[in-house]
Every structure is written in C-alpha cells, then in structure tokens.
C-alpha cells in the first residue's frame, strides 16, 4: 500500500474516524498487482474530511456525492463518505444519495463482489459478500439480486464485461443471465460513460472471448456490430464467420485503444459489399470503404476523441492494402501515415491475417520482411517529408520560384528522394532543379 494511502487513513483514524481502502485498489492488491489508484471510504462527512485534511489540498470533486479529493503527496486520494444510493427510476443515476452509518452498507451498494471488499493495515479485511473467494473462482458475481443491480444502473452489465476481459473472469450464472436479459437499458447510459468501458474491455487479455460470447450486450451499444454475427465469408481466405474472425483478430494486436477498436471495426462493412462471384468464392468489393463509414459513425457518437477517430478510421481504411516490398514504396507508406502509424498498420494487417484460415499465414512472413524493410529504411536517416528535405522555401526563393510553385517544386523533390532516384543533399537537389529549369525553358 502506497504511504500516502496509509497516511491518509491514520489520519482519519487519529481524528475518531473509521476509515479503510475501498473497491478496485483491494481488488487489485489482492490480485498482487499495484492498484492504479486508491479510493477510501469514511465514516467522516465531507466537512469533516476536508478539516481533517486542513492545509493540504482538497478538491471538491464530487461533493455532492460525499466525495473529495485530497491531494497527499502528490497522490491523489478519493475520499467518500459512507453511502448508500436512492433509488434508481432511469438506469442511470440514484435518484439521491444518503450517508450511512456502517460500512457494510457501503459495501452493498458496490457492484461486484470483488470490487466490494475493504482493507485498512493493522484492521484486516473487510469482506461481506465473498469478494476473496469469487476473486479466487475467477468469478464476476453482483453485489445482491443481479437483476434489480442491473436495473438499477445498466452500465454495471458493461462493467462486468469488462472486468470479465481485463481479468480473464466469466460472469456468475446469474449475474450472465441478468446482463443478458437486462442489455437493452443500455441505451439509457451515456454514451460516453459506455465507451469508457468499452474501451477498457477491448484492451483486456480475454476481449476476444468476451466479444465472441456476448455480441448481443455490445450489440446494444452498437448495433451496426450486429450484421456481422454468424456473417459466412464463404471463401477460402476464412475459417470463420466475420464476427468470430474480428474477435480472435483483437485479441493477436497489441492491447492499445487505437489497434483494438480498429480491429474490432475493421470488417464491418462485409456484409452490406458481399457478393458471390462466378468462381463461387465470397467477395466484399470495397469493404474497407464501407467499413471506415460505418466507424466514423459510431466512434463519433460513443465521442471518441477526434485523433482517436483518425487514428483508427486511417488503419481500418488501409487494413487491406497490399504494401510492395520495396524500400521506395515502404519509403511512400512512411511518407503517407507517419512510421508510429505505419508500424501500426503492420500490427492490424499481422492481426487480420493471424485470424484468417491458416493456410493463409505466409502473409505474417511478408509483415515481418515489410517490417525489416521498414527498420532499415529509417535506420538511414530518411527524409519522409518536405519539412526534411535538405533545401527549403528560402533557397527556391533564391532561385526565383514564388507562390505556389514553391511547393510544387519541394514536392517534387521530395518524390525523388522518396523513389531513391536523388540524394537528400542540398547540391544535388538544387542541380536538379536548375536541370528542369533549363529543360522548361527550351522547351518553350
Ligand atoms: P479500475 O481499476 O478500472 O479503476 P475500479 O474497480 O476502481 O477499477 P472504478 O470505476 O474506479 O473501478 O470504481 C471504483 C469502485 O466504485 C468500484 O470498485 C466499485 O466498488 C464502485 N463502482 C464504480 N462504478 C459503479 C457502479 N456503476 N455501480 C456500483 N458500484 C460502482
Ligand atoms: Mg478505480
């Protein structure tokens, strides 16, 4: 336990306070990994948190939910007092909340039984619902009657899946059976606080069977995945339909947001561009088009960030673009998506063709030679740019190029030092241009 953690709670209980660690930072403890963060629960009221805490920094952060912040060290402490919350008439958000006396009741209101265990050093732990016993099972199991749960908040039905996937968990019979049956509040929660989720369930260890075992619960977030569910390719590039194949597709690239939801997005245009060709074999003209609009349209409205969206909506629009072996043309993909992205390519293109049918895996021996090539052309130092070209605006203003013809003239430079048919050297470029000068006015 982090010290500024332990300070915090001796200081809440040198003041008469009952005190204790609360949620995921037990959880993860107990797990044996470093919590991300430390949230405490507290007989103290807010006032009194903040005076107990007088002279360090105490942000008001959810006030109105008995929550603050205290900055301890530079760490900061979410501090809440004991609560219990209203009832729920919109699958949101309690209608108000009350403090409670007791931290058993603090507990009851949490969701799962893992994230409804308290610790505090020296007063052990505090375990109602066998919260050390489901963390044991690898179980997800509601706090409580799942049903009226998840009623109560929907997003606790994402929340499972979540944790299902970040911590290779299955969900307790009942409590699947509950998020099952219970899915469609989901359209009630915000999309944000759902993207939030998903996006930690599709950087989990387990998404891909996460994904495969509850297309339906994700199908009420977005349901354009739908089409996708027991979609046949019916061709011999693909063992399985095109939703099984993005699920075992997310789980062979790197757990980053951007490669995740890419993979997840990156086939769903197959089924609207589906035609059977003469040859009988399943063909999607132009899938990748269809797939990037379909994303577009639903990584702005779970409001993803914008550089998110690019990021993404840029590999899934190229997920199946054949990239020549070639250091010119390796040298023109650098050029075009940047090196992060292009190695970010590679990652979805090894990721799509790990989950085709095996026969087609000599395409992983291509991305590792196209990753070769990649490493030995910026080993060189390249210019990728026009901003790395040896000669800039000022030395073809010399020349007496102006306005737009500035431009043209760096592009087509930088098109030579791409094809490797010029050297990034000042000399060498200003003679070349001199050469199509002299060409241009002969000509004339
Ligand atoms: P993470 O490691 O992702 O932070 P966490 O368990 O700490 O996981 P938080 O969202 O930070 O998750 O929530 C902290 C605690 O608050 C949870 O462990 C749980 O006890 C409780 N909690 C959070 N959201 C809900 C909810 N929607 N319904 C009931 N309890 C919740
Ligand atoms: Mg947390």
Request: with cysteine.
């Amino acid at each position: 336990i982090a010290p500024p953690a332990a300070r915090a709670l001796a200081r809440l209980h040198e003041a008469g306070f009952e005190a204790w660690l609360v949620g995921g930072c037990v959880r993860d403890m107990l797990l044996g990994c470093a919590p991300k963060d430390y949230d405490l629960a507290t007989s103290a009221r807010p006032e009194e948190t903040k005076a107990v805490f007088q002279g360090e920094t105490v942000l008001e952060t959810g006030i109105r939910h008995g929550t603050v912040t205290v900055l301890l060290e530079g760490m900061p402490l979410e501090i809440t007092t004991y609560r219990v919350d209203g009832a729920y008439s919109d699958a949101r958000h309690p209608d108000g909340v009350t403090f409670a006396d007791n931290l058993r009741a603090d507990a009851a209101r949490r969701d799962f039984t893992i994230n409804a265990m308290a610790y505090a050093p020296g007063r052990g732990l505090r375990d109602y619902f066998g919260g050390q016993a489901d963390l044991r099972a690898g179980c997800l199991r509601a706090v409580g009657d799942p049903g009226t749960r998840f009623q109560e908040d929907a997003l606790r039905i994402l929340r499972g899946l979540r944790f299902a996937a970040v911590l290779d968990f299955s969900l307790e019979e009942e409590t699947d059976r509950a998020a099952r049956r219970y899915a469609p509040l989901l359209t009630k929660v915000s999309a944000e606080r759902c993207a939030a989720e998903l996006g930690k369930l599709l950087c989990g260890p387990a998404a891909g069977r996460i994904l495969r075992a509850y297309p339906a619960v994700l199908g009420v977030v977005i349901p354009e995945l739908l089409p996708m569910v027991g979609f046949a390719h019916r061709n011999a590039h693909h063992c399985y339909d095109v939703w099984t194949h993005t699920a075992v597709a997310v789980d062979h690239v790197p757990p980053r947001l951007p490669l995740r939801l890419a993979m997840l997005l990156h086939d769903m245009g197959k089924p609207d561009t589906f035609s059977l060709g003469e040859d009988g074999q399943g063909h999607f003209y132009g899938h990748p088009r269809r797939s990037v609009e379909l994303a577009e349209g639903i990584l702005t409205r779970l409001r993803f960030p914008r550089r998110t969206r690019e990021q993404v909506l840029c590999l899934v629009r190229y997920h199946d673009a054949v990239i020549e072996e070639s250091p010119q043309r390796v040298r023109r993909w650098l050029n075009k998506l940047g090196p992060e992205r292009f190695f970010d390519l590679l990652e979805i293109q090894r990721g799509d063709a790990s989950a085709q049918a095996p026969a087609y895996c000599t395409r992983l021996d291509h991305l590792r030679r196209l990753e070769k090539i990649a490493g030995e052309v910026l080993a060189e130092a390249p210019c990728l740019t026009v901003r790395e070209l040896a000669v800039g605006g000022r030395e073809l203003l010399a020349l007496g190029y102006q306005g737009p013809a500035i431009g043209m003239a760096l592009r087509r430079l930088l098109d030579c030092v791409l094809e490797g048919t010029l050297p990034n050297e000042k000399t060498a470029l200003l003679q070349y241009l001199e050469q199509i000068d002299a060409k241009k006015s002969e000509g004339k």
